[in-house]
């Protein structure tokens, strides 16, 4: 068994990220079945593309978990505007997507790659990072809850 490698992601990474990250989308489809993931395939060249902007971007940053050539988890965060303008707060950490491949879980490879981004955040100066989640992805809630984070703003909606 070769040891899992920590890192930012190396732009020949990109497909098997974007792979990933639709990955991300189709497990979050089946796990929540909700509405706003109401698609049917996904183009990795489109994420590919979207996946481009974070690299040699100074505000975005992409960590991967690397087994033996083949990229097994990401996280992908960026910096953002705090959402509420009249905040003290005016720039937040925001984590954009992360997911580890179903074999590799309980590995504690979020754990890592939540670390890293945490590093940079810091690096930036912010004090503070975000995420969202649907609420009913159990995966998710109980991921981000084991690394720390708490609800702090809930958002609702109403289907009309």
């Known amino acids: 068994m070769t040891v899992i490698q ?28 909700d509405d706003y ?30 087994d033996d050539k083949e990229v097994v988890g990401f996280l992908a965060g960026e910096i953002v505007l705090c959402h509420l303008p009249i905040s003290s707060i005016n720039k937040v950490g925001y984590i954009s997507a992360a997911y580890v491949m179903p074999d590799y879980r309980g590995m504690k490879i979020m754990t890592e790659l939540e670390k890293r981004i945490t590093d940079y955040f810091k690096q930036c100066g912010l004090m503070y990072i975000e995420v969202n989640f649907i609420a009913n992805n159990m995966l998710a809630k109980n991921t981000w809850k084991g690394l720390g984070y708490t609800t702090f703003r809930e958002q609702a909606r109403k289907k009309i």
């Open 37 to 66: 993931w109401d698609f049917e395939i996904l183009c990795t060249t489109q994420t590919y593309e979207y996946l481009q902007t974070f690299i040699n971007n100074p505000e975005r940053k992409i960590y991967v978990a690397v």
């Open 6 to 33: 920590f890192r930012e992601v190396l732009e020949e990474e990109l497909l098997q990220v974007a792979k990933l990250h639709n990955d991300l989308a189709y497990f979050i489809q089946k796990e929540t079945k």
